[in-house]
C-alpha cells in the first residue's frame, strides 16, 4: 500500500493574536473580541484574579503567546450542564501585554467538579510551539489533597508547579515552558 508522506509540523507562527485575538494585535475586527468577557457582572461567584507570566527556557517573558482558560462556576458547573450558572461562558483568551509580558485572568472561583479540585484548566499557544500546551491552575486555599489530576504527578515538588501563590481572591501563577521550574503540562 502506497501512503502520502507526513506533513511536517508548523508553529502557530507570529500571528496568533492576529487570527484569534485581533484587538490585541491592534486590529478593529469584531466589536465585541471573542473570549474576553468570560464572566458577566450578573454571574455568581466570588472574583479573583490571576496574574502571571509565560517564562521561556532562558527566563524572558514570552509576550505572544495566547492563553485560552477553561472553567466550571463557582458550583462546580460547566456550561450547557443542568444548574450551571447563566450568563457563565466557562472559558476565556488572555493575552500578556506586550511591553512587559504579564497577563491576567479576572474570573470567579470555580468550584470542586466532581472529584477535582477547584481549577482553571489552561491552554498555550505561541510562535514555537508545534502543539498547544494544556495545564491547570490551582488555587493555594482550596482543598487540593484528592484531586486524581495533581495526584498522577508523583514529585511533590512537581505538583506545586500548578499551584498558585497568593489569597483573598489575588493569585500569582507564572508558567515555566522549560528549565528547572517548568510547569507540568498534560498530555490530553
Do not use: C
Request: aromatic share 8%; proline share 8%; hydrophobic share 40%.
Amino acid at each position: 500500500m502506497d501512503y502520502l508522506k507526513e506533513t511536517p509540523s508548523q508553529t502557530a507562527g507570529p500571528y496568533v493574536h492576529i487570527g484569534l485575538a485581533p484587538a490585541a494585535a491592534g486590529f478593529d475586527a469584531y466589536d465585541r473580541e471573542l473570549g474576553f468577557d468570560p464572566v458577566p457582572g450578573d454571574v455568581p461567584g466570588d472574583r479573583i484574579r490571576i496574574t502571571g507570566r509565560v517564562i521561556d527556557g532562558m527566563g524572558a517573558p514570552v509576550k505572544d503567546v495566547l492563553i485560552e482558560t477553561w472553567q466550571a462556576d463557582a458550583a462546580g458547573l460547566y456550561p450547557g450542564q443542568p444548574g450551571a450558572a447563566a450568563g457563565f461562558r466557562g472559558w476565556s483568551r488572555v493575552v500578556p501585554d506586550f511591553e512587559t509580558g504579564d497577563f491576567v485572568i479576572d474570573t470567579i472561583r470555580p468550584g470542586a467538579h466532581g472529584r477535582h479540585a477547584p481549577h482553571i484548566a489552561l491552554w498555550l499557544v505561541a510562535r514555537g510551539i508545534n502543539v498547544g500546551l494544556q495545564t491547570r491552575v490551582y488555587l493555594p486555599d482550596a482543598d487540593n489533597d484528592a484531586d486524581p489530576v495533581l495526584n498522577l504527578i508523583e514529585q511533590p515538588h512537581r505538583r506545586r508547579s500548578l499551584i498558585a501563590t497568593g489569597e483573598g481572591g489575588a493569585y500569582h501563577f507564572d508558567i515555566h515552558l522549560q528549565g528547572d521550574q517548568e510547569t507540568v503540562f498534560l498530555d490530553v
